[in-house]
């Protein structure tokens, strides 16, 4: 079966659009509406356009599905090209592709790389196939098919989740999207996951204000490491407690999470010549307003990660795949404490 964009829709998750254009398949995570709260020349918009969390999910017989990968739009990671995409059958990751690269600054076309034709080759049976588009990067698909099958239908999740925070939510380290935290917990809950993470975000009053987003399950909201290095306590406050509450206004009839900001290595205060708290107090504000809310459920990620250097990317800030493996499996876990096993 060969798909354009509007076959190829019912087989799409965590997607806001998908549009034909320029004879390829296009993926917006953002609607247009949503990217009025990025300022044009900011890197929150041009995050906005990276195709984090979106995947194509089939329930198939299918013994082959390629398509080819247009790869003519640069990363909107400003220190590495993130070009990963990873296949799931029945639960399991079986297939991983691609490459990580940084972006040479002295020749920007050398960050914008080739078609790249895919070729994913199943065993004969019914299956359930998942591939995980790539994160921090802005690609669009042509010549999508499937080869060999007798039918093909949508997937049907139990759930929907709605995701909001800033780069660990985003994607912004892991080489394989299948492992990142908010993936492992939409596995877990059977779910589909709209993410809209956005890297170096902190709590963003107008985000969600006056902004249609998509209803959900429940909700899991990770916020709160880049407020250190953002103006002073008062801005910090007055962010968070406005961002909570309109959250809460827009969510007050589902579940939503709030996940206290994860170890990082450098901590501490907001800009030299501020008051200089630590990241404790950061996680302590947090949990005083949201404890306002009665669906509202904090959860302390501090010691999810490992306090070492090797579970981080760079070191002290971002997990990398492990640390985003046990990061995900922690916060799955407590989410489903909360919910109960029959969710």
């Given at each position: ?8 829709r019912p087989y799409v998750k965590g997607c806001m659009e998908v549009a034909e254009e320029n004879g390829a398949i296009a993926f917006h995570r953002f609607t247009e509406e949503q990217k009025t709260v990025y300022p044009e020349t900011g890197v929150g918009l041009k ?297």
């Open positions: 079966m060969k798909f354009n964009a509007e076959t190829l995050r906005t356009r990276n195709i984090t969390g979106i995947r194509l999910e089939f329930n198939t017989d299918a013994t082959k599905l390629t398509f080819t990968s247009i790869n003519n739009l640069k990363s909107a990671s400003v220190s590495e090209i993130r070009f990963c995409f990873d296949v799931e059958v029945n639960g399991a990751l079986v297939r991983h592709g691609g490459f990580v690269k940084s972006p040479n600054p002295e020749d920007p076309a050398d960050s914008l790389m080739p078609d790249i034709p895919m070729e994913f080759n199943f065993e004969p049976g019914e299956k359930k196939i998942v591939v995980y588009l790539p994160s921090l990067y802005n690609i669009q698909l042509k010549d999508v098919e499937l080869h060999g099958e007798s039918y093909v239908k949508p997937v049907v999740n139990r759930h929907r989740i709605i995701a909001f925070g800033d780069s660990i939510t985003e994607d912004c380290s892991v080489s394989y999207p299948y492992l990142s935290y908010i993936n492992i917990v939409a596995r877990e809950f059977d779910a589909e996951l709209f993410n809209f993470g956005i890297g170096g975000e902190c709590f963003k009053a107008n985000k969600i204000k006056d902004v249609p987003y998509p209803d959900g399950d429940f909700v899991v909201s990770a916020y709160g490491t880049n407020d250190l290095s953002r103006k002073d306590v008062e801005f910090f406050f007055n962010n968070m407690t406005t961002y909570l509450e309109t959250l809460h206004e827009r969510y007050a009839n589902v579940p939503v999470f709030i996940l206290l900001p994860t170890y990082r290595m450098r901590d501490g205060g907001f800009k030299e010549g501020r008051p200089v708290p630590s990241l404790q107090f950061v996680r302590d504000e947090i949990t005083k307003e949201a404890a306002k809310y009665e669906n509202f459920h904090v959860i302390d990620a501090k010691s999810f990660v490992p306090h070492l250097p090797e579970f981080y990317k760079d070191g002290y800030l971002h997990p990398n795949d492990l640390g985003h493996t046990l990061y995900g499996l922690r916060v799955a876990s407590e989410i489903r404490k909360i919910l109960g096993t029959e969710f």
